[in-house]
Structures are given as C-alpha cells and as structure tokens.
C-alpha cells in the first residue's frame, strides 16, 4: 500500500492539515486519521459518526425476544406438563427468560455491529506505532500520482508535523 | 391415602415394607447418623407433656402428593411432575441432583441418594425387580408404590373391568398391622380413603402452607 | 496532556506486562497450588459419591451454595462502577473501570461453576441448556435453576464483552510497544486497532449501549438468584424482599472487593499515582450507603417476620439471633453495618487502611448472610422431627475457600497480561494530578472551521 502521512502533536495542528487536505480537494473518505484517545472535541474527530448501531440493538434484543416467547410457548404448550398445578404456558415466569434473551439478542448483535462496522479483525489500513505514543496520524491512502506533491504540501505546511511515507514512489 | 394416627401403634412395619419393596438400601448407622438415611415413609414421634402424664404420639409421613406440590416448579428438569392419577412422580432418569425440590418440600419427604446403594450378598436377592435402582446423586422419594399401581391397572385393563377399591395397597398399607394406613382412588367418593378424608377426625399437615396435600390424618381431637 | 505525561502513563501501565519479578511466580504457583487441590477435593466427591460433603436431610444446601450466591454477588462491582459511573459520567471513574469489570467477569466464572460443583450428577448438567433432545423434553422454564442458567449465562457473555471491547485500544498500546512473540500475540488480540475516528465513535457507541443493557441484567441476575430461595415454601425464605434484598447486598459485597483489589494492585503494581485515595475515599462512601441500604433491607425483612410471628418462621428467626447461629450473626451485622459506619462515617478513618479494613469485614459478613439466609432455614423448618444441624466437611471447606485463591489467581494473570488500568480512558479523561499539567485544549470545544484555510 502506497500511503503519505503526516504524525503531529496535538488536536489543533492535525485539525489544521484536515482542514488543508479537504481544500486540496480530498473528500472525508480518503483523509485517514488515527489517534491514541478519541478526539471527541475536535472537529475531524466527529467523522464518520453516524451510525445504525442503536438501531441493531434494539433489533437484536427483538429477535432475542421472540427466541425466547418461541422457545417458551413452543416447548410448553407442545408438551405440556403439570408441575404443581401451575399453567403450562404462564407469562409470569416466562418473562425473566424472555427479558435475558432480549437483552442478550441486544448485547451480541451491538457487538456484531461494532466488528464489523469499525472493520475490526481486518488487518491493513494506514498506520504507524507512533500513534500509541500520542501523535496524531493524518494521511492519504494510495494517492493519484499527480495529487501527490500537492498532497504533501498540505502536510508540510503545519511545521509540528513529521511527514512519512510508505511504499514504492 | 388416609393415615389413622388413633391406630397407628408406632411399630415401624410400614418402614420396613417400604423399604422392602422399593429397593431402598440401608445407610449404616454411622452415615444414618449424619443424616443420610432415605426413610421414604418415616414414624415421627413425639413425646407431649411432662413427666408422669407423658404421651406418646406418633405420626407416619410419607410424600403427601400435594395437588399444589412446591417441589414441581422448581426441578429445572422436569424430573418431578405430576401425573394425570394426581401423583406426583419423581423420575430419577431425569434428575441432576440440584436438590431444589427437596428444600422446597414442606415435609421433608425427598431425599438424596449421597452414595451409590450396595446390598451385601446374599441381601441383593430380595431386591424387587419391578422398580428401578437409584444411582448416587438423584433424588427418591415415596410413589405410593406406583409400580403397584400400574401393574393393578395394566391388569384390570386387561380385564375390561375398573380398579375396585382395596385392590391396590402400597406395601406400607399392607404391612401395617392395625390398618391405619389406608389407600384408594379420591376422585371416587365412595372409596374408602374418601369416607375417611371426610371423617370429622381428619386433618391435613401443614395446610396452611397451601400445598393442599392428599393424605388425611385423622385423630381425636382431645380435651386437655 | 503533554506528551511527556502521556508517555509516562503508558510506561507505567504497560511495565506490569513486560516484567516479572520472582513474586509473580510465587503467587501462581501458590494460589494455583491451592485451586488444583480444590479441584482434585471435587474429582474425589464425584468419584466417591456425594456423601463426602457434610449435606445431609433436610439441610441439602450448604457452602456450595452459599459460595454460589456469594461470587455472584460480589460480581456486582463491575456493573457498579463500570455501567452506572459511566452513564452518569462520574470522572473519577476512569482508573478503576478495567479493575471492576476483571472482578465481575471472574466473579461470575467461579459463581458459576458452583451451580455444577453441587450437582448430585454434574456431568449431566448439560440439560439445562434447551436444546432438541431425543426425549422430548426441554428444561423447565418456570424453575428458578433455569432462570439462573439464562440470566448468569446472559451477564456473562455481556461481561465479558463488556471487559473486552475497551480492552481492544490498549491491545494496540502493547502490540505497538513490543516486539518479536509478544507483538504478534497482541497483534492478533488488538483486531487491527488503528483508532480511526469511525472505530472510536463504534466503540464508544457499543460501550454505551452495553453499559444500558447490562444494568438491567446484573439486578435481574442477583434477583434470580434471590428467587431461588424465596420460591420455595421455607420458613423465612418466602419474603417477597429478596429481590431488592440481595442485589443491594450484592452491590455492597461487590464494592468491598474492588475496595480489596484496588488496594493490592496498587501496592503491587506500584500504581500510587493512578489510584489514589481519592478513589479510595468515594469508594469508602458507596461502601457506607449501601451498609446502610443493607441495614435497612435485614431491618425490613426481620421486623416483617417478628409481626407475622409464625411459628415456623419465628422459629428460625430466634435460632440465628438467639440461639446456636447467634456468635455468626451477630459478626455478621458487626462486620456488615457496626464496622463500615464507623470506618466509613468518620472521615479521618475513611483513609485506604480504613476502607480496606472495613471491606474485609464487609467479605466475611457477606458470607455469613447468604450462609445464614440457607442453613438455619434449612434445618428447621416445620416439622420437628425432621429437624437437621449441617455440619460442613473438609471437601466443602476447601471448594469453598479455595474460590477465593482461584480469583487471586485469575485476577494475577489477568494483570500479568492485560493492563489493570485502561490507557485511553485514563488518558481521556481530566487530568489526576499526579499525571501533569491539564491539557488547555483539550477541553476546549475546536474552533476550527471547515473549508480552506491556507
């Protein structure tokens, strides 16, 4: 993977490189940043935030509701029986496995959503170790030949940076 | 069943029936006294008053049956449940040994096989071959000699006639030498253990714990 | 935070991973000497029979059980500090997170095994799981053991995830910090972290959602647990406040150990400037509140029980405070309710010292309410002549103790191999003191304006 990055010290100054490789003409999508902390009060923190996975939840914990009614009533009424003269099919007891499973069905598919979702498990992608000794990675992904130079202007311009590169060139 | 504590002399005959006939091992009297024994009927006693007016009483127990059995909701296995006949049973196939239904049980009628049971030669002979051995680690307790009862009705079946009264006995109510135990069907009410339920002298145990238990006893109730 | 400070804190809390000292292999080899002779006393009860143990007519519930409902209480903490400190956004959370939710998942893996180790026939226990059998029969639904299977099986998996996802960042910390067989295992462990916004807005959004969802299942599990008592028609079990009732005790258990575990990690792991009695002192609160709460729930249940006046209930009620269980329960309510207010209501004793002593305390007294919840009602229930006295056996004894050496155990590993403290919260959060200078910017709302600025 051929790749072009800047490393930088603080929010403020990969802020400004953002800002600068978005007025080079690069749209979110292929501006990679990677940070140590979440850089929630920045503004290029706030990318790629929306996301279904609220959604996912409360559909898993469906779907765990409705095993556990299934597997209740299925099992209950199909074989009914008599344990201390109680209803074979009462919604008292039958609540607490269908509260578990919901909550299950709500906790596995959240966790489904978010390994896929932040492609986790997937190796590759642009990344320097240096990033866990608090530097911010800001860079481009396999750039076009010809939007290279401008590119690493961009980088250049805020002098706190270390601008690398990877791959053949 | 009907258990007739005026009758009922304390003698132990319907311990020692019940074991006969359900293959129940006897523990040692080391493990006994730690508790281990499985008297799936037992003879309580109790001493009332002081001494020189001192009564003995006693008091046969065995499972009550109950139509609204603790013991039944909480086996996480079904292994206790109750029968269309109103028994309930206790299928050791089935059990894990949790022994919830034991510490449910008002009466203390369950009870746990703690070892697996061995009879000395040439003791393993007497064994009935029509009930199941219970391996260590399930639970066992009184069936009314259901194995009685089944073979009674495979039998009347096969002879196209109904159960009459009397003809099936659990072995405690056959042993028992002054007829105090009595056995019958109580969806009949002219049965004769549905004569005596009703008798002004019967009781149940422990009804205010709402089980509603099948066994009657009846004994006078006495001025003091 | 300078990055200097910022490079301190990763130094501090990665160093427990890449040395060892001699003492690391003294406490395994120790606490796993103690659980392989916990396991080979079970084996011996499976092989010889249950009658090993000390249960017996009519008590068939005893330590087992009594270790059973004690580790699930104490698996509380995390869910405590983890899921509720999150929500409401309580700062001073932030080191103590990790080492909360490592009890609770531990917690619940030896509380767990307990409903097998006391099994009559455990290798059968399979069968709780529903799945479609040859015979046609699935578990009872409506039996409380079942109830516990889903809700202790639920808490778990959401534990452990719980545990596991924030862990992932600092997966990437070590993978990044370490080479050769070291690297790669991290490698694999942190899933390709980069720290992307996209993954850390995703985590932090399945953090939240896991910290709502757990809530609600850690008090249905401890109030399961509760049902397994107060659905069987026991003198003093049938009290409809053993919901509530045991969740709060367990609250209470579980804050003493994370009190307990706190303090050893910081004295072992040379944590002083993370933990910091600070965190020892708001623990020491909740620890104080929920004695309270637990004073109050007993005051509850035994002055309902003293009105009823039953005679089988009044029965058991004396036998613990009067008569042979009386010396335990009355170190019960010392250990429980005397001790914390003292050491936690006056303020100069609310120091680590006081906190960990009173947590001690709080360990045993916790223990001696769910053995006195089981065995006295047990033995003495309605009828006379079936009464029983539970005499405790050295198999027990060992199973039960050795629990705590299998956490000690657990919880070394885990720290040997995981850090104890999560980096990026740390980092996240405001700055401790002992950490540096507050990053100016960092709680600043960015300024900066999309668009060009050349």
């Not at chain 3, 009732?245 to 004295?267: D, H, K, P, Q």
Request: charged share 15%; net charge positive.
């Amino acid at each position: 993977m051929k790749a072009i990055y800047g490393l930088y010290p603080d929010g403020q100054s990969a802020q400004q490189v953002v800002n600068r490789l978005r007025a080079a003409g690069l749209t979110d999508r292929e501006i990679t940043v990677c940070s140590s902390q979440p850089m929630e009060h920045y503004e290029f923190g706030q990318m790629d935030r929306a996301t279904w996975i609220w959604w996912i939840a409360c559909g898993g914990g469906l779907i765990g509701m409705a095993s556990a009614l299934g597997l209740s009533w299925l099992t209950e009424t199909t074989w009914p029986i008599d344990v201390g003269g109680l209803p074979a099919f009462a919604w008292w007891p039958n609540l607490i496995i269908t509260f578990e499973l919901t909550m299950l069905g709500a906790i596995i598919a959240t966790v489904v959503t978010l390994v896929i979702t932040a492609r986790l498990g997937r190796g590759g992608g642009l990344y320097d170790p240096e990033v866990t000794e608090g530097k911010i990675l800001v860079g481009v992904e396999n750039p076009s030949e010809s939007a290279a130079p401008a590119l690493e202007a961009a980088l250049r311009a805020v002098d706190v940076g270390e601008v690398r590169t990877i791959g053949e060139s | 069943m009907a258990a007739d504590l005026d009758r009922c002399t304390g003698c132990g005959a319907c311990v020692t029936a019940c074991h006969a006939e359900n293959n129940i091992s006897t523990v040692g009297a080391d493990q006994a006294a730690r508790g281990r024994a499985k008297h799936w009927i037992r003879v309580e006693r109790y001493w009332e008053g002081e001494f020189p007016d001192v009564q003995l009483k006693f008091r046969p127990v065995m499972c009550q049956q109950c139509d609204n059995a603790p013991c039944e909701p909480v086996c996480p296995t079904y292994a206790s449940h109750h029968t269309p006949d109103g028994l309930n049973a206790q299928v050791y196939n089935r059990c894990i040994g949790t022994r919830y239904c034991a510490n449910a049980c008002p009466y203390n009628v369950r009870f746990f096989d703690f070892f697996n049971p061995s009879w000395d030669k040439p003791l393993h002979l007497q064994l009935n071959p029509d009930v199941s051995l219970r391996e260590v680690g399930v639970m066992e307790k009184c069936t009314f000699c259901v194995q009685r009862i089944k073979s009674a009705q495979i039998q009347a079946k096969a002879e196209d006639r109904k159960l009459a009264d009397g003809e099936v006995q659990p072995s405690c109510a056959q042993a028992c030498p002054a007829k105090a135990l009595v056995f019958g069907d109580l969806d009949d009410p002219e049965s004769a253990v549905s004569r005596l339920t009703r008798s002004p002298r019967g009781s149940k145990l422990l009804e205010d714990v709402g089980t509603r238990p099948n066994v009657a006893y009846l004994s006078r109730q006495t001025e003091v | 935070m300078s990055a200097l400070a910022s490079r301190r804190i990763t130094d501090d809390l990665v160093r427990p991973l890449t040395r060892t000292s001699w003492r690391f292999y003294l406490l395994v080899a120790l606490f796993g000497g103690i659980v392989a002779t916990a396991a080979t006393a079970w084996l011996s009860q499976a092989y010889f029979g249950f009658g090993v143990t000390g249960i017996r007519w009519p008590v068939y519930w005893g330590f087992y059980v009594t270790s059973f409902v004690f580790w699930i209480g104490i698996s509380h903490a995390g869910t405590l500090i983890s899921a509720i400190l999150r929500l409401v956004n309580a700062g001073w959370r932030r080191p103590v997170t990790r080492c909360a939710e490592v009890i609770t998942v531990f917690a619940l893996m030896i509380g767990a095994l307990f409903p097998i180790i006391h099994l009559g026939r455990p290798w059968l226990a399979f069968w709780l799981f529903p799945y479609p059998s040859e015979r046609l029969i699935w578990p009872n639904f409506r039996s409380p053991l079942v109830w516990d299977f889903f809700a202790i099986n639920t808490y778990l998996t959401g534990s452990v995830l719980f545990l596991l996802l924030p862990m992932i960042p600092d997966f990437a910390v070590v993978r990044d910090r370490s080479t050769g067989l070291r690297h790669r295992v991290y490698k694999a462990l942190a899933l390709g972290w980069r720290g992307t916004p996209r993954q850390w807005h995703r985590l932090e959004s399945a953090m939240h959602i896991m910290a709502i969802a757990i809530l609600p299942v850690a008090v249905s599990v401890h109030t399961i647990v509760s049902f397994d008592f107060s659905m069987a028609p026991v003198p003093m079990w049938q009290s409809t406040i053993f919901g509530p009732y045991f969740v709060a005790g367990a609250i209470f258990s579980g804050i003493a150990a994370l009190i307990i575990a706190m303090a050893v990690l910081r004295r072992f792991l040379h944590l002083q400037d993370y933990l910091l009695p600070l965190h020892f002192e708001n623990l020491g609160k909740l620890l104080l509140v929920m004695a309270l709460l637990w004073g109050y729930f007993v005051f509850n249940e035994r002055l309902v029980t003293y009105y009823g006046n039953g005679p089988a209930e009044m029965a058991v009620f004396w036998r613990t405070q009067r008569e042979s269980f009386a010396p335990l329960y009355w170190t019960m309510v010392i250990c429980n309710f005397v001790a914390p207010l003292v050491l936690m209501g006056i303020r100069r004793l609310r120091t680590i010292t006081g906190t960990v002593i009173a947590s001690l305390g709080v360990i045993v007294g916790m223990w001696l309410e769910r053995f006195l919840i089981i065995v006295p009602s047990l033995g003495h229930k309605y009828l006379p002549n079936s009464y029983g006295i539970y005499r405790p056996q050295p198999v027990e004894i060992i199973v039960a103790f050795s629990t705590f050496a299998a956490m000690a155990l657990l919880y070394v590993l885990f720290a040997k191999f995981v850090p104890i403290i999560s980096i990026w919260e740390l980092k996240s959060g405001p700055q401790t003191p002992a950490s540096g200078v507050a990053d100016a910017s960092h709680g600043a709302v960015s300024t900066a304006v999309r668009g060009a600025q050349p």
